[in-house]
T-cell receptor
Framework: QKEVEQNSGPLSVPEGAIASLNCTYS??????FFWYRQYSGKSPELIMF????GDKEDGRFTAQLNKASQYVSLLIRDSQPSDSATYLC??????????FGEGTQLTVNP | GAVVSQHPSRVICKSGTSVKIECRSL??????MFWYRQFPKQSLMLMAT?????????EQGVEKDKFLINHASLTLSTLTVTSAHPEDSSFYIC????????????FGPGTRLTVT
């Protein structure tokens, strides 16, 4: 079992729709959860982090964490073509080492 | 805030030569810096973790004598690829962490290395 698993994608949504990205993790001791966006040929950009159960909203982005289910998700409302990228879920257990999922490629169609 | 720079952004070198990549945190002091490598269409692979003033911790399978890491200050870390070979051609990305206890990592723009 992979430590961090994401929908393999690709995920395609129409412009203006809600994009839902999912991630599960295996280490129940995981404490910090991150979503990064990576455009093709570029480095990852941190867009959300969440540490407590529940929802965290930042503009069009909402991160949801359920530690009991070992599940974290990212919702993108009013998706725009500029949101088309690969989204990486990352988790830390103890210490500062990030464990990344393989990423989900999102395409938003105009 | 939390800006990380890398230099150079692209480098082409001949097989057998060494290449140094710099990673700087521009507006914060980085308690820890990380070096990753990413091959096309693959996820990030952590190579090593470094803390200022101490030796880097390398991930399993990463040759520490080939990938030399120096973390001389709280704002600068360098990665030197020694005796580079074509298989070392990759996208090298550094990141820096500054919030103790929370561990967000902010990534530099990356360095694309091509070894001919």
């Amino acid at each position: 079992q992979k430590e961090v698993e994401q929908n393999s994608g690709p995920l395609s949504v129409p412009e203006g729709a809600i994009a839902s990205l999912n991630c599960t993790y295996s280490d129940r001791g995981s404490q910090s959860f991150f979503w990064y966006r990576q455009y093709s040929g570029k480095s990852p950009e941190l867009i959300m982090f969440i540490y407590s159960n529940g929802d965290k909203e930042d503009g069009r982005f909402t991160a949801q964490l359920n530690k009991a289910s070992q599940y974290v998700s990212l919702l993108i409302r009013d998706s725009q073509p500029s949101d088309s990228a690969t989204y990486l879920c990352a988790v830390t257990a103890s210490g500062s080492r990030l464990t990344f999922g393989e990423g989900t490629q999102l395409t938003v169609n105009p | 805030g939390a800006v990380v720079s890398q230099h150079p952004s692209r480098v082409i070198c001949k097989s057998g030569t060494s290449v140094k990549i710099e990673c700087r945190s521009l507006d914060f002091q980085a308690t820890t810096m990380f070096w990753y490598r990413q091959f096309p269409k693959q996820s990030l692979m952590l190579m090593a973790t470094s803390n200022e003033g101490s030796k880097a911790t390398y991930e399993q399978g990463v040759e520490k004598d080939k990938f030399l890491i120096n973390h001389a200050s709280l704002t600068l870390s360098t990665l030197t690829v020694t005796s580079a070979h074509p298989e070392d051609s990759s996208f090298y990305i550094c990141s820096a962490s500054y919030r103790m206890g929370y561990y967000e990592q902010y990534f530099g723009p990356g360095t694309r290395l091509t070894v001919t």
